[in-house]
C-alpha cells in the first residue's frame, strides 16, 4: 500500500493507476470494522458493476471546515498507525493522508466552499451551522485530487450521504457515489468512531437507539401511523434519563417530508453523557 501526503503525488499515482477503475473510500481516521465494509463493498460492487478489480484509494484526513466547535476537532481521535495497518490488511491500494496546508493551502478561513443549500441547515446541519459545507468541500476537493470513478459512503450519516450524493449529481461529476449499508455490533449499535468514548454503562443505554428505530420499523410495517410510532419510542427512550433525544423523525429517502405509504427512513440523534450519537435505519410505512 503506498502511504501519500501531498496532492501532487496523488494526482501522479491516478495517473498511473488508470488501467483499472478507481473507488475510493474518504476517512477522518481512527477506523473500524464499517470504514473497512466500505473497502470491501468497494471491491464488490465495483467488480459486480465492470468485471474489473478497482484500485481502492483510501484517505485519511481530520477536516477542520467541518468542526464548528475547535474543542471537538481537538478531541477527534487520532490513530494513524493503527489506521494504516488496518488499510494496509485489507488491501487498500494507495491511501492519501495529507495536512492541513496540502488541503489549504491559503488557509481555511479562505477556502472556496461548495453550499450545500437548504438540506444543510437541517437535521444535523441545524446543531452545527457550517457541518456540511465544509463536508461538500473536503469531498469535492478529494474528488477532484483523487479522480474516482466510485466513491463509497456508509449510509450511517445518511444525511451527508443524500447530501454528496446530490452535490455529484447537481454539480455533474461523473462519479458513481455509492451507499454503504451500516455495520452494527452484536448489541444492534452503529459502529461509529464516537463508540469509545462510551464507558460501559453509556454502552448498554446507547443499545436503546437502534432499538428504538427498530420499533417504528415495526410499528410503520404493521399499519401504525408514523406519529404514533415516533411516540411509542420516545417513550421508549425517555425510559433512560441518560438519554437525551436531539431529534426522532420519518423522511422520504431523499430527507424530503414523508411519504404516506412506501419506502422511507427513521433517524434520530442522542447524546447519552455528552457523547452524540446518530443512527437511522430504512423502513416501509404500510399507511392507511
Ligand atoms: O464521514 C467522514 O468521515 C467525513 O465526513 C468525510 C466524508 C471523510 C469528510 O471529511
Known amino acids: 500500500m503506498q502511504i501519500i501526503e501531498t496532492v501532487n503525488a496523488m494526482r501522479e499515482w491516478t495517473i498511473a493507476h488508470s488501467d483499472r477503475p478507481r473507488a475510493a473510500v474518504y476517512t477522518m481516521g481512527a477506523l473500524h470494522d464499517g470504514h473497512l465494509e466500505l473497502v470491501r463493498q468497494a471491491k464488490h460492487y465495483v467488480s459486480a458493476h465492470t468485471g474489473e478489480h478497482p484500485y481502492v484509494v483510501a484517505s485519511i484526513f481530520v477536516n477542520p471546515t467541518q468542526f464548528n466547535n475547535p474543542e471537538d476537532l481537538e478531541r477527534y481521535p487520532r490513530t494513524i498507525e493503527h489506521d494504516l495497518e488496518m488499510l494496509s490488511s485489507i488491501g ?138 415516533l411516540n411509542r419510542a420516545k ?19 431523499e430527507l424530503q417530508s414523508a411519504p404516506q405509504h412506501g419506502a422511507a427512513r427513521v433517524l434520530v440523534a442522542t447524546e447519552i453523557n455528552g457523547i452524540r450519537l446518530i443512527d437511522n435505519m430504512a423502513i416501509e410505512i404500510k399507511g392507511a
Open 92 to 229: 487498500v491500494d494507495a491511501v492519501f493522508v495529507p495536512s492541513v496546508e496540502q488541503m489549504y493551502p491559503d488557509g481555511v478561513a479562505n477556502v472556496i466552499a461548495v453550499e450545500p443549500g437548504p438540506l444543510g441547515d437541517v437535521l444535523e446541519g441545524e446543531g452545527r451551522p457550517g457541518h456540511f459545507r465544509g463536508v461538500l468541500t473536503v469531498v469535492n476537493k478529494l474528488f477532484n485530487i483523487t479522480t474516482p470513478n466510485y466513491a463509497m459512503f456508509g449510509e450511517k450519516d445518511f444525511q451527508q450521504l443524500t447530501l454528496i450524493a446530490r452535490m455529484a449529481s447537481e454539480l455533474n461529476m461523473s462519479i458513481d457515489v455509492v451507499g454503504v449499508p451500516t455495520v452494527r455490533d452484536d448489541d444492534g449499535l452503529a459502529m461509529s468512531s464516537r463508540n469509545r468514548r462510551l464507558d460501559e454503562s453509556g454502552r448498554a443505554i446507547a443499545s436503546r437507539i437502534p432499538a428504538a428505530l427498530m420499533m417504528v420499523k415495526n410499528c410503520v410495517a404493521e399499519g401504525i401511523g408514523v406519529e404514533e410510532s
Open 235 to 253: 417513550h421508549y427512550l425517555s425510559e433512560s434519563p441518560e438519554i437525551a433525544i436531539h431529534y426522532l423523525v420519518v423522511t422520504g429517502n
